[in-house]
Each structure stands twice: as C-alpha cells, then as structure tokens.
C-alpha cells in the first residue's frame, strides 16, 4: 500500500510560478514510476507528466511541455512538479499517482493521492 499527499497547489497569476510537491509513505518511492495528473471541472483526467523510478525518464503532455518540470528525490520519498509561465488553462485539482508499471500509470493499480487545487488568474 502506497499513501501519496500533495501539496503546493494555491491561487497564482497568469505567468506566474509554482512547485508541487508529493510525498509517499508505505513503501520505497523508488521502485514506482510516479505521475501528475488534472482534472478540472467538467474535463476528463488529463496526464500532466510522469518520471521512472530512477529519475531517467520523464515525458509530458502536450499541453504542458516546455513549461513543466518534473523530478524527484527518492531519498526524501518525494517528487515535484515545477510549474512556470502558467496560464488560466492550467486551472485544476492536481493529483500525484503511483504504479510500479509504466504502461499502467493512470489505470489499474494505481494510487492516487487526494489532489492539490492550482488556480491561475488571468
């Protein structure tokens, strides 16, 4: 059992920044490909970005490439999501998940943390 909590979401303006953090507990980070979902309201749940268990490999949405950073710190059991020039698009419930299998990050199996609100002011 894997328990994720975000957090770092909050209200920023357009252009702005900000850094969302998930920290896991229950088990050891590193063997778990970890990923960053939204959902705002009325969408489906996007992908956001996603990063292996080594760090080595990252990938990212369309929507959110050149702009979002994604890492993380196996020893404090923790990764991040750097957010820059971000835009009233990126208005949503940011979730942080977990799966020990890369083609099934997002679906069965998956642990999901309770979600982080960002909200970007145009």
């Known amino acids: 059992q894997v328990q994720l909590v975000e957090s770092g979401g909050g209200l920023v303006q357009a252009g702005g920044a900000l850094r969302l953090s998930c920290t896991a507990s229950?088990?050891?980070?590193?063997?778990?490909?970890m990923g960053w979902f939204r959902q705002a309201p009325g969408n489906e749940r996007e992908f956001v970005a996603r990063?292996?268990?080594?760090?080595?490999?990252?990938a990212y949405g369309d929507s959110v490439k050149g702009r979002f950073t994604m890492s993380r710190d196996n020893a404090k059991n923790t990764v991040y999501l750097q957010m820059n020039s971000l835009k009233p698009e990126d208005t949503a419930l940011y979730y942080c998940?977990?799966?020990?299998?890369?083609?099934?990050?997002?679906?069965?199996?998956?642990?999901w943390g309770q979600g982080t609100q960002v909200t970007v002011s145009s």
């Open positions: 998940a977990a799966n020990q299998y890369l083609s099934k990050l997002g679906s069965a199996g998956t642990y």
């Open positions: 229950g088990r050891t980070l590193s063997s778990y490909v």
């Open positions: 990063i292996t268990g080594s760090g080595s490999s990252t």
